[in-house]
């Protein structure tokens, strides 16, 4: 059978049965949490809490007046212990909230409310007040992409249940024992959007998922599962949004301006928790797998847990760990510190040992063209980073360094292990200095 | 433990190809070509393709020394450029004439101008090229080269019936030409052979069918069109192997897809225009050669169109 797809994008092994078949298990709390005050993108929050507070689960414990933010909350009960900045998985120091946990622990959320009587308005408000972001890892404030621009009529919102990334199994695992919440939170962004239709886009290497979410919906006439060819990157928004509806969204755009609006089974799930119990975003669920884990599977845990306190909690990893990567193996970030908190867009912690992990040489450029065709986005990555390299920013995005959003096909194909994604975001970061200082004079 | 761990920009995962993979793979793909070149050229041909692939070596090896790079000699594209030289070059030429074209090749063409990926020209043809010239110019190498060269061991290669205007039961048959015939230079010999290369290459995902299609396409239709024999045109001479394994050459020829088809038609309307109207030897290199020459502008000229987007991008330099 034809399964929908996209042009381009490459087939890598994708090593889900790691963790594919393993439910989710909590997490022991660790002693102390590290909440980021900024985990999502757009405007940093200020904290709301001082050193010395008492803090209880759910608090909001940082935010801001900013439109496009989302605020966070405590993940735990405990005592503010230091607020200062701290790394996070992106390499950056972020100011963050020390907390130091009690052992007594409040158990809010547990009593669950009928959300068919809430207005488009209301969903929004709850995203907000939230904290949601995309969970799939790109952190975009929900309730802003919950609200498109009024010319903007929005006819189909598409539930990323791709997870195209290798290795990762937590919206698999989430789409199997939550497929009911799912289907309530896609009700729920629809309504809050206006959009007549609902799809579910599910990858064919988790059919039991397509089966289990089909029964789901099938009373639902206006919701529909629709089956993806297994292809990397086939969970990219607007290779999504094409392989599903067969729009393309123009370069610059956002999903609005074909009238889409797509969410991460993640987000879903945990906009249906909050709407019905009023949990704000203060745990996800998360895989730790990968060749060097010595016991793959799927976490729930508690935002600002060290990934360290993470990975001794689920079974260690082995001595020839030689990476140790937050999000998927081809977009997520490589770890030196593992005291760095699990945030809202944390979706895996992958192990990989020195037999997995890429390595050789960068070499020359010999224009053998894999990276221009598996390119989805139809870049010329060699003509990027030949002019990156060169120091010419311009010439770099004119062959579409700003339009890349680094999923890495150029540089899994490329034999001479070129590292496309550092030049990409070297003309970006030198573009946007350059237009910065422009703004000044 | 944190010692151990690296960090650097993703993906953390990377496929299998190598440059040296690619590269290996055309030596490999040229095996049928040369099995038969050995056929029926013995030693003529084994020596000249172990002078040109050793000498190949050498000369990558001493020149990386030379210019402080980093030895290069694990991908095999010295040894590519190595058989593709001796594979254009006639089985009687002695060998310091097959040492001093892989000097140039290798040397000139492809290490001085910064090496494997850098080079504008294809460093095989380049390097037969100048042989060519060389030899015109100095006149040591009439009975090798170009016209009229005919003698005990080889026959000149076929190409020359066609501007000479040789009665037809002279020259090689179609089938002959197809399969197997001693005449031109080594790579000449069978144009099977080249296609069993060539469909190697494409399945192993190296080339791509527009270059070679564009090019053999043009050359049909415009000898057609000019009242020559097309078929004739596409099988004699080093049309084949000039299309499949050169013209094809990754770092030479243009990338984008368009690009590569205007590339292909601009090679063969080459290829007919030199070997009707000016030397019936050698006129697949020089076309090549010139289309090396197009390339970086076909690439500004033709980028394709973004994701989504109406118009195609400019670029400008």
Same mark, same amino acid.
């Given at each position: 059978?034809?399964?929908?797809?996209?042009?381009?994008?490459?087939?890598?092994?994708?090593?889900?049965?790691?963790?594919?078949?393993?439910?989710? /298990?909590?997490?022991?709390?660790?002693?102390?949490?590290?909440?980021?005050? $900024?985990?999502?993108?757009?405007?940093?929050?200020?904290?709301?809490?001082?050193?010395?507070?008492?803090?209880?689960? =759910?608090?909001?414990?940082?935010?801001?007046?900013?439109?496009?933010?989302? @605020?966070?909350?405590?993940?735990?009960?405990?005592?503010?212990?230091?607020?200062?900045?701290?790394?996070?998985?992106?390499?950056?120091?972020?100011?963050?909230?020390?907390? %130091?946990?009690?052992?007594?622990?409040?158990?809010?959320?547990?009593?669950?409310?009928?959300?068919?009587?809430? %207005?488009?308005?209301?969903?929004?408000?709850?995203?907000?007040?939230?904290?949601?972001?995309?969970?799939?890892?790109?952190?975009?404030?929900?309730?802003?992409?919950?609200?498109?621009?009024?010319?903007?009529?929005?006819?189909?919102?598409?539930?990323?249940?791709?997870?195209?990334?290798?290795?990762?199994?937590?919206?698999?695992?989430?789409?199997? /024992?939550?497929?009911?919440?799912?289907?309530?939170?896609?009700?729920?962004?629809?309504?809050?959007?206006?959009?007549?239709?609902?799809?579910?886009?599910?990858?064919?290497?988790?059919?039991?998922?397509?089966?289990?979410?089909? $029964?789901?919906?099938?009373?639902? @006439?206006?919701?529909?599962?629709?089956?993806?060819?297994?292809?990397?990157?086939?969970?990219?928004?607007?290779?999504?949004?094409? &392989?599903?509806? =067969?729009?393309?969204?123009?370069?610059?755009?956002?999903?609005?301006?074909?009238?889409?609006?797509?969410?991460?089974?993640?987000?879903?799930?945990?906009?249906?928790?909050?709407?019905?119990?009023?949990?704000?975003?203060?745990?996800?669920?998360?895989?730790?797998?990968?060749?060097?884990?010595?016991?793959?599977?799927?976490?729930?845990?508690?935002?600002?847990?060290?990934?360290?306190?993470?990975?001794?909690?689920?079974?260690?990893?082995?001595?020839?760990?030689?990476?140790?990567?937050?999000?998927?193996?081809?977009?997520?970030?490589?770890?030196?510190?593992?005291?760095?908190?699990?945030?809202? =867009? %944390?979706?895996?912690?992958?192990?990989?040992?020195?037999? %997995?992990?890429?390595?050789?040489?960068?070499?020359?450029?010999?224009?053998?063209?894999?990276?221009?065709?598996?390119?989805?986005?139809?870049?010329?990555?060699?003509?990027?980073?030949?002019? &990156?390299?060169?120091?010419?920013?311009?010439?770099?995005?004119?062959? =579409?360094?700003?339009?890349?959003?680094?999923?890495?096909?150029?540089?899994?194909?490329?034999?001479?292990?070129?590292?496309?994604?550092?030049?990409?975001?070297?003309?970006?970061?030198?573009?946007?200095?350059?237009?910065?200082?422009?703004?000044?004079? | 433990?944190?010692?151990?761990?690296? +960090?650097?920009?993703?993906?953390?995962?990377?496929?299998?190809?190598?440059?040296?993979?690619?590269?290996?793979?055309?030596?490999?793909?040229?095996?049928?070509?040369?099995?038969?070149?050995?056929? #029926? *050229?013995?030693?003529?041909?084994?020596? !000249?393709?172990?002078?040109?692939?050793?000498?190949?070596?050498?000369?990558?090896?001493?020149?990386?020394?030379?210019?402080?790079?980093?030895?290069?000699?694990?991908?095999?594209?010295?040894?590519?450029?190595?058989?593709?030289?001796?594979?254009?070059?006639?089985?009687?030429?002695?060998?310091?004439?097959?040492?001093?074209?892989?000097?140039?090749?290798?040397?000139?063409?492809?290490?001085?101008?910064?090496?494997?990926?850098?080079?504008?020209? !294809?460093?095989?043809?380049?390097?037969? +090229?100048?042989? +060519?010239?060389?030899?015109?110019?100095?006149? #040591?190498?009439?009975?090798?080269?170009?016209?009229?060269?005919?003698?005990?061991?080889?026959?000149?290669?076929?190409?020359?019936?066609?501007?000479?205007?040789?009665? !037809?039961?002279?020259?090689?048959?179609?089938?002959?030409?197809?399969?197997?015939?001693?005449?031109?230079?080594?790579?000449?010999?069978?144009?099977?052979?080249?296609?069993?290369?060539?469909?190697?290459?494409?399945?192993?995902?190296?080339?791509?069918?527009?270059?070679?299609?564009?090019?053999?396409?043009?050359?049909?239709?415009?000898?057609?069109?000019?009242?020559?024999?097309?078929?004739?045109?596409?099988?004699?001479?080093?049309?084949?192997?000039?299309? #499949?394994?050169?013209?094809?050459?990754?770092?030479?020829?243009?990338? !984008?897809?368009?690009?590569?088809?205007?590339?292909? +038609?601009?090679?063969?309307?080459?290829?007919?225009?030199?070997?009707?109207?000016?030397?019936?030897?050698?006129?697949?290199?020089?076309?090549?050669?010139?289309?090396?020459? *197009?390339?970086?502008?076909?690439?500004?000229? #033709?980028?394709?169109?973004?994701?989504?987007?109406?118009?195609?991008?400019?670029?400008?330099?």
């Amino acid at each position: 059978m034809d399964y929908k797809t996209f042009r381009g994008g490459i087939h890598p092994p994708y090593n889900k049965e790691l963790a594919a078949t393993k439910a989710i /298990e909590d997490i022991s709390l660790p002693a102390e949490v590290v909440i980021p005050l $900024s985990q999502h993108i757009g405007a940093p929050n200020a904290p709301t809490v001082k050193v010395g507070d008492r803090v209880e689960v =759910g608090q909001k414990i940082g935010s801001t007046d900013a439109f496009v933010s989302a @605020p966070v909350h405590s993940s735990v009960s405990g005592t503010v212990k230091a607020i200062e900045p701290r790394p996070v998985f992106s390499g950056k120091m972020v100011e963050s909230v020390v907390i %130091t946990v009690d052992p007594n622990q409040s158990t809010p959320f547990g009593t669950v409310k009928d959300v068919s009587a809430l %207005t488009g308005d209301q969903i929004r408000e709850v995203a907000k007040e939230a904290g949601l972001v995309g969970l799939g890892g790109a952190t975009f404030p929900a309730s802003v992409k919950m609200t498109p621009p009024k010319e903007r009529k929005i006819d189909t919102v598409i539930i990323n249940g791709c997870e195209c990334e290798p290795y990762l199994t937590c919206d698999h695992r989430l789409m199997i /024992e939550r497929g009911k919440e799912l289907v309530g939170g896609l009700k729920l962004l629809m309504r809050a959007v206006g959009a007549e239709k609902g799809i579910i886009g599910i990858e064919a290497n988790k059919m039991d998922a397509v089966d289990l979410m089909s $029964s789901i919906v099938s009373k639902e @006439p206006d919701v529909e599962v629709v089956v993806l060819e297994v292809k990397y990157p086939e969970g990219a928004e607007k290779m999504l949004i094409d &392989a599903v509806t =067969g729009r393309r969204v123009p370069p610059g755009k956002l999903p609005s301006e074909v009238g889409v609006l797509v969410q991460n089974v993640g987000t879903a799930v945990a906009l249906y928790e909050a709407a019905s119990t009023g949990k704000p975003v203060i745990e996800r669920v998360l895989t730790i797998t990968g060749p060097a884990a010595l016991k793959p599977g799927n976490v729930k845990v508690k935002v600002g847990t060290p990934i360290s306190h993470v990975i001794e909690q689920h079974g260690g990893m082995s001595p020839d760990t030689v990476r140790v990567v937050m999000g998927g193996p081809m977009t997520g970030f490589a770890q030196k510190d593992l005291n760095v908190p699990v945030v809202k =867009g %944390t979706s895996g912690i992958l192990l990989l040992d020195s037999e %997995t992990v890429a390595s050789g040489e960068e070499r020359d450029c010999v224009s053998c063209d894999r990276c221009i065709e598996v390119c989805p986005m139809f870049l010329v990555p060699n003509f990027i980073a030949k002019y &990156a390299r060169r120091g010419k920013w311009e010439l770099a995005d004119k062959y =579409g360094a700003r339009d890349c959003f680094e999923c890495g096909c150029c540089s899994y194909v490329c034999p001479a292990k070129i590292p496309h994604i550092a030049y990409v975001r070297k003309t970006k970061a030198e573009l946007a200095a350059a237009a910065a200082a422009a703004e000044k004079k | 433990m944190a010692e151990k761990l690296s +960090v650097t920009v993703p993906p953390h995962i990377k496929g299998e190809d190598q440059i040296k993979t690619g590269m290996r793979d055309v030596a490999i793909a040229l095996i049928p070509l040369i099995a038969v070149s050995l056929y #029926f *050229f013995r030693l003529n041909a084994l020596v !000249n393709l172990s002078v040109a692939v050793g000498t190949a070596i050498l000369c990558e090896y001493v020149m990386r020394k030379i210019m402080k790079r980093k030895p290069t000699i694990g991908d095999f594209s010295a040894i590519v450029t190595g058989l593709l030289l001796a594979l254009v070059l006639p089985p009687t030429l002695p060998f310091w004439w097959v040492i001093l074209g892989v000097v140039i090749a290798v040397a000139l063409v492809k290490e001085l101008m910064g090496g494997l990926g850098v080079n504008l020209f !294809n460093p095989a043809l380049f390097g037969f +090229v100048s042989l +060519v010239i060389l030899s015109q110019v100095f006149g #040591f190498m009439n009975g090798y080269l170009g016209l009229g060269s005919i003698n005990g061991v080889t026959s000149a290669t076929p190409l020359t019936f066609i501007k000479g205007g040789v009665l !037809n039961g002279l020259r090689p048959g179609y089938w002959n030409l197809f399969l197997a015939h001693a005449g031109g230079a080594l790579g000449e010999v069978s144009v099977i052979a080249v296609l069993i290369g060539a469909a190697y290459l494409i399945y192993r995902g190296h080339i791509r069918w527009r270059i070679p299609t564009a090019i053999i396409a043009t050359v049909f239709i415009l000898s057609a069109i000019l009242g020559k024999n097309p078929l004739y045109m596409i099988l004699a001479g080093g049309l084949m192997l000039g299309s #499949f394994f050169m013209a094809t050459d990754w770092v030479t020829s243009p990338d !984008n897809n368009i690009a590569q088809l205007i590339y292909g +038609v601009l090679i063969g309307v080459l290829v007919v225009v030199i070997r009707l109207y000016a030397a019936p030897t050698g006129a697949v290199a020089y076309s090549i050669l010139i289309g090396n020459a *197009f390339t970086p502008l076909l690439n500004r000229v #033709f980028v394709r169109k973004r994701f989504g987007a109406v118009a195609p991008a400019k670029v400008e330099e």
